[in-house]
């Protein structure tokens, strides 16, 4: 039986790890962390926490990691075991380098979250930074190219909507993407996954700590104050999550 290849595709600062656990809490499925950011920090050059050894822990090359997406499965996993390879991406791993004409393979998804809150606390950490650090325009561009391809848009899975109702989201996305519903997808044992990236330290603790999707008690959106000099960069964000927005599940 062929393995079902789904790549989630989401920017910074959002429930991206938390549904790779939820995969990878099913009996049938393997699950891949971030397989392009050793090529996003080589090709960029940025500097972040234990980068020289994220670089180390995968191939950096972008044409390579899409070849072993498409036709293999993580080296722990079983192909008679796992039918569902789950792959989570970031967005702003896409660089205009790559030709991303190896997503026709897979089946291609897509999580988004209001961009103010994701601006607003990704300014914690980087005071400076561009759009296309939060994979906004890329996220779109690869959403129109799949959504060409079909003749109809790919599943979108909201946040705040996954956190409201965590099974009737994820029930409808499995149906989407034609794979049973597994309640283990709802509830997971707390710690640590040998499928972490050697990132996980220094960004993964809240989720180690977590069982399940829980409820969060946010900063009303109007409340929630854009840092100096990102209103423009937030009004082009909104634009494109309100577009995807439309096709949330």
Same mark, same amino acid.
């Given at each position: ?18 549904? /790779? !656990? *939820? ?13 392009? &950011?050793? &090529? #996003? ?6 500097? @972040? ?8 822990? /995968?191939?950096?090359?972008? !044409?390579?990691? +899409? ?5 293999? =499965?993580? *080296?722990?996993?079983? *192909?008679?075991? #796992?039918?569902?390879? &789950?792959?989570? $991406?970031?967005?702003? $791993?896409?660089?205009? +380098?790559?030709? /991303? ?9 897509? =999580?988004?979250?209001?961009? !103010?809150?994701?601006?607003?606390? #990704? *300014? ?9 650090? %939060? ?34 989201? %994820?029930?409808?996305?499995?149906? !989407? ?7 283990? /997808?709802? @509830? ?5 996954? +040998? ?6 330290? @220094?960004? #993964? ?15 009303? =959106? ?18 494109? &999550?309100?577009?995807?927005?439309? @096709?949330?599940?």
């Amino acid at each position: 039986m062929s393995v079902q290849r789904i790549a989630m595709w989401s920017g910074p600062r959002n429930i991206s790890t938390a549904l /790779m !656990r *939820a995969f990878e809490n099913r009996e049938d499925c393997a699950v891949v962390d971030e397989p392009f &950011y050793g &090529y #996003y920090l080589k090709s960029t050059g940025l500097e @972040h926490p234990d980068g020289a050894a994220v670089m180390a822990s /995968m191939s950096c090359d972008w !044409r390579e990691v +899409a070849r072993q997406l498409c036709e293999e =499965l993580p *080296a722990t996993a079983d *192909a008679a075991t #796992y039918l569902v390879f &789950y792959q989570k $991406h970031m967005t702003q $791993h896409i660089l205009p +380098a790559m030709d /991303m004409g190896w997503t026709d393979r897979l089946q291609n998804c897509f =999580l988004i979250r209001e961009p !103010r809150r994701i601006i607003a606390s #990704y *300014a914690k950490v980087r005071p400076q930074f561009a759009i296309e650090e %939060l994979g906004f325009p890329q996220q779109w561009a690869l959403f129109q190219r799949v959504a060409d391809r079909l003749g109809e848009a790919p599943p979108v899975i909201d946040s705040a909507r996954t956190l409201g109702d965590p099974e009737g989201v %994820l029930r409808a996305l499995c149906i !989407r993407v034609g794979i049973a519903f597994s309640a283990r /997808m709802l @509830h997971w044992p707390a710690g640590r996954r +040998a499928s972490d990236g050697v990132w996980a330290p @220094h960004w #993964y603790a809240a989720v180690e700590r977590s069982t399940g999707f829980e409820p969060v008690n946010e900063v009303p =959106l109007e409340a929630l104050p854009v840092p100096p000099g990102c209103e423009g960069m937030c009004e082009e964000a909104e634009a494109i &999550y309100d577009r995807l927005l439309d @096709h949330a599940l």
